[in-house]
């Protein structure tokens, strides 16, 4: 069954309508944001996705024109780059307009930005969320305060898809594609597998497989681009404790693996080791815990993946984790499109 379509605001300022990290079996979150855990989920790892507790207070966005500056970068055939688009999981849209999240968006003025984690009906969408000189477009999950994704584009897309076609899936508003000339832009929400794993078996074999099938089909019709919180630390440089989380959500082989076989099969390239192939440290994700972020014990769960035939256009991937305002921080893809 097709995705079901969604029609683009008329006017750059229109809006419409998501995540508690990788915490689904209780009512997830990005790293099990949305509730607080249980006491027996006081982890010693305190970078544990699914061991996080809720901030009291939202710290408002803190960029300057030094962290967003952009490097003078190029393709490999020294194209410089020409197209800048970013990716954040906000942790709830409300919450992100309320701490003044907008800063970041118009300060970085990417072309498109991808949202993941919005948790925000249609109909509970606040004026606020329509920004001067970008559509605004949102695909919320059916549960009020979970999940949920959407996309900020300058230009309107020549079309708007919420989900992946599978109903199964589309009731949690986990992915929004915008249709431009020469991509599909795709942003994720991947569903993470819960605390004690609860989700591992449903994430690897029934929503893993279902959404490269719907990329598979995108692909044959023009390139894609893949960002947002894809909740999984691909490689063991991907994450500061690698040793004690094997079996933690997100960095299980079962869902490394099968990570792995989305970007073979489809011909994915992870922009960001890419580029960076051996940088360590780089993370976009910190647990509220422990001082996880002052002391950057994190996880690396947030992507742009590019078709193959796109790579040669990348001229750099960032990482803005000086930007605050969220357990994640953006990311930014530079191309020379």
């Known amino acids: 069954m097709p995705p079901k379509k969604r029609q683009s605001t008329s006017k750059p300022k229109a809006a419409g309508s998501k995540r508690a990290k990788l915490d689904e079996a209780a009512s997830e979150s990005s790293a099990g944001k949305e509730k607080k855990p249980a006491k027996a989920a006081a982890k010693k790892e305190s970078d544990a996705p699914g061991a996080v507790a809720a901030p009291s207070t939202a710290a408002a966005p803190s960029t300057s024109a030094t962290s967003l500056e952009c490097p003078a970068a190029k393709d490999a055939e020294g194209r410089p780059w ?68 959407g996309i900020y584009s300058r230009d309107k897309p020549l079309s ?47 929503w ?12 044959a019709v ?25 079996r933690t959500a997100g960095f299980t082989k079962e869902e490394r693996d099968s990570f792995s076989s989305m970007l073979s099969s489809l011909d994915l390239v992870d922009t960001f080791r890419q580029v960076h192939p051996d940088q360590t440290k780089a993370y976009t994700f910190w647990s509220y815990m422990r001082n996880a972020r002052a002391q950057n014990i994190g996880w690396r769960l947030d992507y742009f993946l590019v078709s193959k035939r796109l790579a040669g256009r990348v001229c750099d991937s960032l990482i803005r984790s000086s930007v605050m305002g969220s357990d994640h921080c953006p990311i930014v893809l530079l191309l020379s499109l």
Request: charged share 25%; aromatic share 10%; net charge neutral.
């Open 82 to 149: 020409s197209l800048k688009l970013a990716s954040w999981n906000i942790n709830g849209l409300r919450a992100w307009l309320k701490n003044n999240g907008t800063r970041y968006l118009l300060e970085e003025a990417p072309f498109i930005i991808g949202v993941q984690e919005i948790k925000c009906p249609s109909a509970k969408v606040p004026p606020e969320a329509s920004i001067p000189g970008y559509h605004a477009l949102f695909s919320s999950a059916d549960k009020d305060g979970y999940a949920g994704t």
């Open 160 to 206: 708007v898809k919420e989900g992946i076609g599978a109903a199964k899936h589309d009731g949690e508003g986990r992915v929004i594609t915008a249709e431009f000339e020469k991509f599909y832009f795709v942003t994720a929400y991947v569903p993470n597998s819960g605390r004690q794993l609860a989700r591992l078996k449903y994430r690897v074999s029934e």
């Open 208 to 219: 893993d497989k279902d959404f490269a099938a719907y990329l598979r089909g995108l692909d």
């Open 222 to 246: 023009k390139p894609v681009i893949v960002c947002g919180d894809l909740n999984v630390a691909h490689l063991e440089i991907d994450l500061a404790n690698p040793k004690t989380n094997q």
